[in-house]
């Protein structure tokens, strides 16, 4: 498995917990942590990798600043 797979695969992981989160600090935290996988694969930007996880979405249910947001 090559280190972009592993990535992924964490970040799918984090997607499904944010799924089966109860509250929306938990579910957004899991959110904001599957953008951080994807932004360490090679070549990917941040938005085009993304698929359902919204960011946005995440910042709204913390009421912060998102930590994994670009500029």
């Known amino acids: 498995m090559s280190k972009d797979d592993e990535y992924r695969a964490n970040a799918d992981d984090c997607r499904q917990m944010a ?12 959110l904001q942590i599957a953008s951080g996988w994807l932004s360490l694969i090679r070549g990917q930007t941040l938005n085009g990798d993304l698929g359902s996880l919204d960011v946005a979405e995440a910042d709204r249910a913390t009421k912060q600043d998102s930590f994994w947001r670009l500029n």
Not at 19 to 30: T, V
């Open 19 to 30: 799924a089966k989160a109860l509250r929306d600090e938990d579910k957004a935290r899991w």
